[in-house]
Nanobody
C-alpha cells in the first residue's frame, strides 16, 4: 500500500502563507488520485484541494473556503504533492492530511497529518 508523509505545518499569523508537502512512496502517482483534506477540532474531515485523476490526466479542484488563495501542485517523478495557502485565516486552523485514492479499488489512504495553526 502507498505510504504518505506530510510536512510543513506550523504557526502562522493571519494573512500569512504556508506551503505543505506530501511525500508519497515511489510510483504512487501512477495508481493513486491525490488530494488534501483537513480536520478542525470538533468538526468532520473536509476536502480542501485535489486532482481529478492520476498523473497529468486530470484537472484541479478546490473547496470554496480556499478557492482563489490556494494552489495545489505535484511532482510525479519525485511523488511529492504540495499545497500553498495564502492569506491564511484563523478558520484555516486544522490538521491537514494527505490523501491517496486507489483508482481501481477506490480505497483511501492517509498520512498522519500536519498541524496548521493560524493565530496572532
Amino acid at each position: 500500500q502507498v505510504q504518505l508523509v506530510e510536512s510543513g505545518g506550523g504557526l502562522v499569523q493571519p494573512g500569512g502563507s504556508l506551503r505543505l508537502s506530501c511525500q508519497a512512496s515511489p510510483n504512487a502517482f501512477n495508481t493513486y488520485i491525490m488530494s488534501w483534506y483537513r480536520q478542525a477540532p470538533g468538526k468532520q474531515r473536509e476536502f480542501v484541494a485535489g486532482f481529478t485523476s492520476i498523473m497529468d490526466a486530470g484537472t484541479t479542484k478546490y473547496a470554496d473556503s480556499v478557492k482563489g488563495r490556494s494552489t495545489i501542485s505535484k511532482d510525479d517523478a519525485r511523488t511529492i504533492m504540495t499545497l500553498e495557502i495564502n492569506r491564511l485565516e484563523p478558520e484555516d486552523t486544522a490538521v491537514y492530511y494527505c490523501n491517496g485514492r486507489n483508482m481501481w479499488s477506490g480505497n483511501n489512504y492517509w498520512g498522519k497529518g500536519t498541524q496548521v495553526t493560524v493565530s496572532a
